[in-house]
């Protein structure tokens, strides 16, 4: 399996902010994603980041309010922009291993928003 | 794309009674299909995938099945436990693509 962390694993933020988290794999991943999970909720994929190209962002999830950096095969980061209260969620990592299917989730950022 | 839809919402069962939790998926080249439990506070861990070309696949307890031309796969969980008390969901995905996941199923073990 991967070890996954993630800073921060939570924060409390102003609107109109903006908060970086950062994800760490323990090997090298071709594919990182990252997803979104509103309170009580589902899990939402956002992007998915390959290292060396743009991340790919689904229907609902544009680049200027989520971007998202992959500066080498273990490490990715996604900004949440602009903060408001409708962004407070909890944002995970995940990624998969090479040769697998399976997905391996971070521990997570709880994100409140203010 | 993909869109999957996960029943029952919330599912109570007599300890060492059987769970059965149902999903649907809309893309029939979807051909990946795993679940995922989810404890309070705690991320999602796999509990047991399936392929598409596989029918049926069992790990001790528990079981998924999948129907291609039905489009519909299942999670039976047999000699339930307190412990599977959780959140459970299911998901969809082509290749390597990411997870399109269910709405998620709340899992009642009564002692």
């Known amino acids: 399996s991967a070890v996954i962390s993630q800073k921060p694993s939570r924060d409390i933020c102003q609107r109109g902010t903006s908060l970086t988290i950062q994800c760490q794999v323990d090997s090298q991943v071709t594919m990182m994603f990252w997803y979104r999970q509103q309170p009580g909720q589902s899990l939402t994929l956002i992007a998915t980041a390959n290292q060396g190209s743009e991340a790919t962002y689904e229907s609902g999830f544009v680049i200027d309010k989520f971007p998202i950096s992959r500066p080498n095969l273990t490490f990715s980061t996604l900004t949440v922009s602009n903060m408001s209260p409708e962004d407070s969620s909890i944002y995970l990592c995940s990624t998969r291993l090479a040769g697998t299917d399976t997905q391996y989730f971070g521990p997570g950022t709880r994100l409140t928003v203010l | 794309g993909e869109n999957v839809e996960q029943h029952p919402s919330t599912l109570s069962v007599q300890e060492g009674d059987s769970a059965v939790i149902k999903c649907t998926y809309s893309?029939?080249?979807?051909?990946?299909f795993p679940w995922y439990k989810q404890e309070l506070g705690k991320r999602p861990q796999l509990i047991i995938d399936?392929?598409?070309?596989?029918g049926e696949k069992k790990d001790q307890r528990i079981a998924v099945t999948l129907n291609k031309t039905a489009k519909h796969f299942s999670l039976h969980i047999t000699e339930t436990q307190p412990e599977d008390s959780a959140v459970y969901f299911c998901?969809?995905?082509?290749?390597?693509?990411?997870?399109?996941f269910g709405k998620g199923t709340h899992l009642i073990i009564q002692p």
């Open positions: 998901a969809a995905s082509l290749g390597t693509d990411g997870l399109t």
């Open positions: 893309d029939s080249a979807s051909n990946y």
């Open positions: 399936i392929r598409s070309n596989v």
